[in-house]
C-alpha cells in the first residue's frame, strides 16, 4: 500500500478525470488484493548437468529452454554455442518454469567438473524455495457516475513486482468499456521474493479488479450486469486500440451476447444459486488483441456458506480457425480446475524467509466432486488469428464467482481467495 501513496507518471491520462470527477452523482470506490501463489505443479523437478571445459550438457523439462542456455553459459564460462540443453517432459510448468533448482544444478556440476550431476527435489522444496511465485497485488478502483448511473471518470492504481514486461499492466491500460475520462498508473515494487508470471500472468490479477469493478458500478447503477457490460462496450467507438476507441468492440459484443444466450441469463435458478459472468481478452500494450473468452458461471451457496461450482458456459475466440478444435475444447476444459482452485483456495503465505503452504495439505487443491457437471464451449470466429488457448478462459473465473457470490449472499469479497472469507448468509 506504500507504493501505490508514491507518485507515479499515469500509463494512461484520457480526457480530465479530476473534473469529472467533481460533476459525478455517485462516486464509487474499491480496493482488491490478492496474495502471492505458488505455480504448484505436481511433478518435483529433476535435472542432469554434466560440464567440462569445453562444453555444458544440461538434461531438464523446462519453458524456457534459451534462458536456461544463456544462464548455464554465464555461470561456467563456456560459450553458448557449446551449451546444450536437452529437453525432457515436465509435469507442469505454469509459467515460464525453468524446471528444479537450474542454477543450482549447473554451480554443482561446475565444483565436480567432468562428472554428471543429478538434482532432484522434494514437492515440498519445489512449492517453497525452487519456484517464482505470482506477486502479491493491490488494485484501487474509483469511478464517477452520472445520474443514470454511466462512469464518466475513472481513475485506477495497481501495484506489484515488476516481472516479464508489461504484463502487470495488462488489460489495465486501454479498457474496453467506454470512459471518456480514464487514468491509470501502475505502480512497481521491489520485493525479496521471487516473483514470475504464473498461468494467465499479469490479466489474471486485473481481470478480477476490472471485471469485478464493473459489477459494483452495475449493482450502484440498478442495472443488470450483462446489459450494463454491453452497454458500455457499445458506447465505445470502433478506431484504433486504446481508451476513446475500441477496434474489437463488435466481436466483444459477439462474446457477450454468445455467453448470456448459451447460460440462458436471466432465467429463473434456485434459491441459493446464481450466475456471474466476466470477459477478458489478455491484451497488452505490446500485444493489443489476443484470445476473447466470455464466461457465465452458475455457482450455488448453502446458508452455511458451503459453495458447489455448476455450471460454466464460454464463449471462446477460435479467429480464423483451430488445427485441433478437440485439444482447445480440452485445454478450456482443464482451465476451469485450475481457475477455480485459484479462486477458492490458493495462497502462499511467506513467513520467516519460507513459503508457508509447500505441500497438498497446506495448498489445497479441489477433489474430482467439486468440477461442475457442465462445461459449456462455443467457439466464435473472428477476423484475427488467435494468440493461444493454454490460458486464455482462466482470468475471467474468479471475478465470475466473486460477483455470483455477491448475488446470493449480499456480500462483496475483494481478495483471493473465498477460503479466507466467510460466505454464510440468510
Known amino acids: 500500500m506504500a507504493a501505490l501513496k508514491q507518485p507515479s507518471i499515469p500509463f494512461t491520462n484520457v480526457g480530465n478525470v479530476d473534473a469529472a470527477f467533481q460533476s459525478g452523482a455517485k462516486i464509487v470506490e474499491a ?10 505443479r505436481f511433478e518435483p523437478g529433476a535435472s542432469t548437468v554434466l560440464v567440462t571445459d569445453e562444453r555444458v550438457d544440461i538434461w531438464i523439462g523446462t519453458q524456457a529452454p534459451m534462458e536456461m542456455l544463456q544462464t548455464a553459459s554465464k555461470m561456467t564460462g563456456v560459450a553458448p554455442e557449446n551449451v546444450h540443453v536437452h529437453l525432457a517432459f515436465m509435469g ?17 556440476a561446475k565444483a565436480m567438473k567432468g562428472r554428471p550431476v543429478q538434482l532432484r527435489v522434494s514437492r515440498d522444496e519445489d512449492w517453497s524455495v525452487g519456484t517464482r511465485f505470482r506477486p502479491m497485488g493491490v488494485g484501487i478502483f474509483k469511478a464517477a457516475l452520472d445520474a443514470q448511473g454511466w462512469p464518466i471518470a475513472m481513475e485506477v492504481h495497481n501495484t506489484g513486482a515488476d516481472y516479464a514486461g508489461d504484463q502487470q499492466v495488462r488489460g489495465l491500460t486501454a479498457p474496453p468499456y467506454w470512459m471518456p475520462n480514464y487514468r491509470y498508473a501502475h505502480h512497481p515494487i521491489k520485493t525479496t521474493v521471487p516473483v514470475n508470471t504464473r498461468r494467465a500472468t499479469g490479466a489474471s490479477p486485473n481481470c478480477f479488479y476490472m471485471e469485478s469493478f464493473i459489477d459494483e458500478l452495475a449493482h450502484a447503477a440498478g442495472k443488470d450486469p450483462y446489459q450494463y457490460r454491453r ?36 432465467s429463473p435458478l434456485p434459491e441459493g444459486w446464481a450466475r456471474g459472468i466476466a470477459i477478458e481478452d489478455r491484451r497488452r500494450p505490446s500485444r493489443p488483441h489476443s484470445t476473447i473468452g466470455a464466461h457465465v458461471i452458475t455457482v450455488e451457496v448453502t446458508k ?43 495462497d ?58 455477491f448475488k ?12 479466507s472469507h466467510d460466505l454464510s448468509w440468510g
Open 31 to 40: 480496493t482488491y488484493w490478492l496474495p502471492y501463489c505458488s505455480k504448484a
Open 92 to 108: 507442469g510448468g505454469y509459467g515460464s518454469d525453468q524446471g528444479a533448482h537450474p542454477s543450482q544444478s549447473v554451480a554443482i
Open 231 to 266: 452497454e458500455l462496450i457499445a458506447r465505445n467507438p470502433v478506431g484504433k486500440p486504446g481508451v476513446g476507441g475500441f477496434y474489437r468492440r463488435n466481436d466483444w459484443l459477439t462474446a457477450l451476447d454468445t455467453v448470456a444466450k448459451m447460460a440462458n441469463w436471466g
Open 304 to 346: 452455511r456458506g458451503q459453495l458447489r461450482f455448476h455450471r460454466a458456459d464460454i464463449a471462446f475466440e477460435q479467429g480464423y480457425g483451430y488445427v485441433h478444435p478437440m485439444a482447445v475444447r480440452k485445454q478450456i476444459e482443464g482451465q476451469m480446475s485450475w481457475a477455480y482452485d485459484e479462486a477458492m483456495y490458493q
Open 348 to 405: 502462499s503465505a511467506i513467513k520467516d524467509g519460507r513459503c508457508v503452504n509447500h505441500n497438498v495439505d497446506t495448498f489445497q487443491i479441489s477433489r474430482m466432486n467439486e468440477y461442475p457437471k457442465e462445461v459449456n464451449i462455443q467457439y466464435f470466429p473472428t477476423k484475427f488469428w488467435v494468440y493461444g488457448a493454454g490460458e486464455e478462459a482462466i482470468p475471467q473465473v474468479p471475478p465470475a464467482i466473486y460477483n455470483a457470490v
Open 408 to 419: 446470493i449472499t449480499g456480500k462483496r469479497f475483494r481478495s483471493l481467495p473465498l477460503k
